[in-house]
């Protein structure tokens, strides 16, 4: 027997009707030979983009077993797992789905999330990293007061300058 994973994605809009889909999902691995393992995970997550139409939905993932090519009988024409994959292509109910053998997959398990405190936000940044350090202050230069300039002085800077 061969071990394999099934991870899939239901929206959110589907949400209500979760156990029929779990069950339905169910119906098509163990239609074609595959027995469910007890372990299970599931985790409603926000998506990182939109599949369907919906941004939020729920994954599932399961272990299951299929037997291998030596333990099938001779007549099967077309691999279980084709099938099942065939068949979840089809399903409305089921957005995204992946099945992997689960030889080199960790132990399955939900995501342990650890959130941090609110006190943490983003307004919170600069007193984290310390107060600001002073700037030595710059010496001040005194500025004089600008002479009066009559419009007569300046034409005549400008004739010179112009040469006209």
Known sequence: MIEYELFY??????????????EAVQKVVTGNGGVFLPEVTEEKRKLAYEVKGEIRGTYIANR???PGKDEQ???VEVHPL???NRELMLSKDVLRFL???????PELKAIERVERPKTE????RYERRGAMKAMPEAPVTKVEDAKPVSTEQIDEQLKQKLDI
Not at 10 to 18: C, Q, Y
């Open 121 to 124: 936000g983003r307004g919170n």
């Open 9 to 22: 994605l239901v929206g959110e809009s589907k949400e209500a009707e979760l156990p029929r889909i779990r």
């Open 64 to 66: 299951f077993t299929l």
């Open 73 to 75: 009988p001779e007549e």
């Open 82 to 84: 084709t099938k099942i």
């Open 99 to 105: 099945v992997l053998r689960a030889d080199d997959l």
